[in-house]
């Protein structure tokens, strides 16, 4: 069956679920349950004019989280009120249960200008739940704490955590960052519920005082047509960085890592896969490594060329540095669905889902990279191990129960 036929098959609801839903809620029988998304930076305008003809966002590797709400509304046969941050409507006809509204919010600036830019976002998403009275509001970790803190009290508010407030196993202390936090957990007790991309992710919205048992946490999931029939790994031959091109995901120390082994072993090579604001850093490290010839930079890839690029690699490396957290790390999990095992920095969450395929090494420490990759390199058994522990893993990712929409439906309950 086609990725096409199954896109919209996400969530995983009881056959009662807008009874349950509106029960839940304190609503009568004959009432629509109204939710407000606060969408975030990424697209849900154009993934929603994919979902709408039953088709799969092409850009992304996983079933989007926009597309799983858009699922969750239509089988909660509910009505939705999206605050993007694209300053278009959808080129298609819409139901009438799925209202956009722009909310811009501009990102990157420093200092006066970033807090006028988070006040003034603030300020929009607020009048426009003003204007929409929604039953329930669902808000992702990288919203102001300010905006959380005043959303209306007759919502019931989830938080839904993509993103770790700080990078696992380091706690801020310092004075400043103390206070951040602060400020922060008493926001946060706006929260009743939330969706998290990874169990650190929810350890760390408890530690912040949130109800344990309201958090709700969930496997990204891969549409079966990414599905391959995929052999075990026995030789380390290709490596891989899939991901955002920054310093602080550790691409240059990727870099310099296989700078230091490609003339122990020639048949190894690199590819790397992505954009951002290091693509300038990225080629002039290339240009200055060992064995140039042998690092393929690719750019930005849609999902099929992801795909065709796991299903070609070898090894994954995700490299992480202190200076930025991870709330899971997904292409360690489409890595996994290839049975490519990866090598993760210490602060990546994503191995939690994958035990006994994955190397660890810790973050910023470039020396213990090069050994891990030259560990592998030198031993089949090893990675041969890593990638049939990543292959008998793979189920989870085709759950649709454990999907984010299933267990957004969950945390609206709670």
């Given at each position: 069956?086609?990725?096409?036929?199954?896109?919209?098959?996400?969530?995983?609801?009881?056959?009662?679920?807008?009874?349950?839903?509106?029960?839940?809620?304190?609503?009568?029988?004959?009432?629509?349950?109204?939710?407000?998304?606060?969408?975030?930076?990424?697209?849900a305008?154009?993934?929603?004019?994919?979902?709408?003809?039953?088709?799969?966002?092409?850009?992304?590797?996983?079933?989007?989280?926009?597309?799983?709400?858009?699922?969750?509304?239509?089988a909660l046969?509910?009505?939705a009120?999206?605050?993007?941050?694209?300053?278009?409507?959808?080129?298609?006809?819409?139901?009438?249960?799925?209202?956009f509204?722009?909310?811009?919010?501009?990102?990157?600036?420093?200092?006066?200008?970033?807090?006028?830019?988070?006040?003034?976002?603030?300020?929009?998403?607020?009048?426009?739940?003003?204007?929409?009275?929604?039953?329930?509001?669902?808000?992702?970790?990288?919203?102001?704490?300010?905006?959380?803190?005043?959303?209306?009290?007759?919502?019931?508010?989830?938080?839904?955590?993509?993103?770790?407030?700080?990078?696992?196993?380091?706690?801020?202390?310092?004075?400043?960052?103390?206070?951040?936090?602060?400020?922060?957990a008493?926001?946060?007790?706006?929260?009743?519920?939330?969706?998290?991309?990874?169990?650190?992710?929810?350890?760390?919205?408890?530690?912040?005082?949130?109800?344990?048992?309201?958090?709700?946490?969930?496997?990204?999931?891969?549409?079966?047509?990414?599905?391959?029939?995929?052999?075990?790994?026995?030789?380390?031959?290709?490596?891989?960085?899939?991901?955002?091109?920054?310093?602080n995901?550790?691409?240059?120390?990727?870099?310099?890592?296989?700078?230091?082994?490609?003339?122990?072993?020639?048949?190894?090579?690199?590819?790397?896969?992505?954009?951002?604001?290091?693509?300038?850093?990225?080629?002039?490290a290339?240009?200055?490594?060992?064995?140039?010839n042998?690092?393929?930079?690719?750019?930005?890839?849609?999902?099929?060329?992801?795909h065709?690029?796991?299903?070609?690699?070898?090894?994954?490396?995700?490299?992480?540095?202190?200076?930025?957290?991870?709330?899971?790390a997904?292409?360690?999990?489409?890595?996994?669905?290839?049975?490519?095992?990866s090598?993760?920095?210490?602060?990546?969450?994503?191995?939690?889902?994958?035990?006994?395929?994955?190397?660890?090494?810790?973050?910023n420490?470039?020396?213990?990279?090069?050994?891990?990759?030259?560990?592998?390199?030198?031993?089949?058994?090893?990675?041969?191990?890593?990638?049939?522990a990543?292959?008998?893993?793979?189920?989870?990712?085709?759950?649709?129960?454990?999907?984010?929409?299933?267990?957004?439906?969950?945390?609206?309950?709670?």
């Amino acid at each position: 069956m086609s990725n096409e036929a199954l896109v919209k098959d996400c969530v995983v609801l009881p056959d009662n679920a807008p009874t349950i839903a509106r029960v839940a809620l304190g609503l009568q029988s004959h009432t629509r349950v109204r939710i407000a998304y606060i969408c975030g930076p990424g697209d849900a305008v154009g993934t929603f004019e994919h979902w709408a003809q039953g088709r799969h966002d092409p850009r992304t590797p996983v079933i989007a989280y926009s597309a799983m709400f858009y699922s969750l509304i239509e089988a909660l046969d509910a009505e939705a009120l999206m605050l993007v941050e694209q300053s278009r409507q959808p080129e298609i006809d819409k139901e009438a249960r799925f209202r956009f509204v722009y909310t811009p919010h501009p990102r990157g600036r420093g200092g006066l200008a970033y807090h006028l830019d988070e006040a003034t976002f603030t300020r929009n998403v607020l009048e426009a739940l003003s204007a929409w009275p929604a039953d329930a509001i669902v808000v992702g970790t990288d919203a102001p704490a300010a905006l959380i803190s005043q959303l209306p009290r007759a919502s019931r508010i989830i938080l839904t955590a993509h993103n770790v407030y700080w990078p696992m196993g380091t706690r801020p202390s310092g004075l400043v960052k103390r206070a951040r936090l602060w400020r922060l957990a008493r926001a946060l007790r706006r929260v009743r519920s939330a969706v998290c991309t990874s169990q650190e992710c929810a350890n760390q919205i408890v530690a912040l005082g949130c109800e344990h048992s309201r958090m709700f946490v969930e496997t990204p999931q891969i549409l079966p047509g990414f599905f391959p029939q995929a052999l075990p790994r026995s030789h380390c031959n290709r490596l891989l960085y899939l991901g955002r091109i920054e310093a602080n995901k550790g691409v240059l120390d990727l870099i310099e890592a296989f700078s230091a082994i490609a003339d122990i072993f020639p048949g190894l090579s690199l590819d790397i896969a992505g954009t951002g604001s290091a693509n300038e850093q990225v080629r002039a490290a290339i240009s200055r490594a060992h064995a140039p010839n042998r690092i393929r930079f690719h750019g930005l890839l849609d999902a099929n060329a992801v795909h065709a690029l796991l299903d070609t690699s070898d090894l994954l490396i995700c490299p992480t540095r202190l200076e930025s957290g991870e709330g899971l790390a997904l292409v360690v999990i489409e890595a996994g669905v290839h049975g490519v095992p990866s090598v993760v920095s210490s602060i990546v969450p994503a191995k939690d889902l994958l035990n006994g395929a994955c190397e660890v090494f810790p973050a910023n420490d470039v020396a213990a990279l090069t050994e891990v990759l030259r560990a592998l390199a030198s031993n089949n058994d090893s990675l041969r191990a890593l990638s049939d522990a990543a292959l008998a893993q793979r189920s989870q990712f085709l759950d649709r129960s454990l999907s984010w929409g299933t267990q957004l439906y969950r945390a609206l309950l709670a």
